[in-house]
C-alpha cells in the first residue's frame, strides 16, 4: 500500500506562484515513478509533470519552462514536489500526485486526495 497526501495549494494571482509538495509513504521507494496530474472542472485528468525511475523528467507542453518537479527522499518517505511559476489562470485545477507500483504483470497506480490551485485576479 501507498499513500500519498498533498499540500499547497490555494489561490494565487495570474503571474504568481506556488509549491505543491506530496507525502509518500508505504510500498514507496527513491526509484518508484510519480508525477503531478491535474484536472480541471469539465475536462479530463491531465499529465503534468513526472518523474520516470530512472530520474527523467517530463512535463506538458503547457507548462514547460514554468513548472519544476523535484523529490526528496527522508528515511522511509518519500517527498515530491510541484514549483509553479508564471502562473495562467487555465492552470486553474485540482492537483493530483501519483505514483505508480509495477508489479509483475501489471502496475497499481496509486492517487492522493487531490490539492485545489485557483489562479485568479
Known amino acids: 500500500q501507498v499513500q500519498l497526501v498533498e499540500s499547497g495549494g490555494g489561490l494565487v494571482q495570474p503571474g504568481g506562484s506556488l509549491r505543491l509538495s506530496c507525502e509518500a509513504s508505504g510500498n514507496i521507494f527513491s526509484m518508484t515513478p510519480m508525477g503531478w496530474y491535474r484536472q480541471a472542472p469539465g475536462k479530463q485528468r491531465e499529465s503534468v509533470a513526472t518523474?520516470?525511475?530512472?530520474?527523467?523528467?517530463?512535463?506538458a507542453d503547457a507548462v514547460k519552462g514554468r513548472f519544476t518537479i523535484s523529490r526528496e527522499n527522508v528515511k522511509n518517505t518519500v517527498y515530491l514536489y510541484l514549483q509553479m511559476n508564471s502562473l495562467k489562470p487555465e492552470d486553474t485545477a485540482v492537483y493530483y500526485c501519483?505514483?505508480?507500483?509495477?508489479?509483475?504483470?501489471?502496475?497499481?497506480?496509486?492517487w492522493g486526495q487531490g490539492t485545489q490551485v485557483t489562479v485568479s485576479s
Open positions: 501519483n505514483a505508480v507500483i509495477l508489479r509483475p504483470g501489471g502496475q497499481t497506480d496509486y
Open positions: 518523474i520516470n525511475s530512472g530520474g527523467r523528467r517530463n512535463y
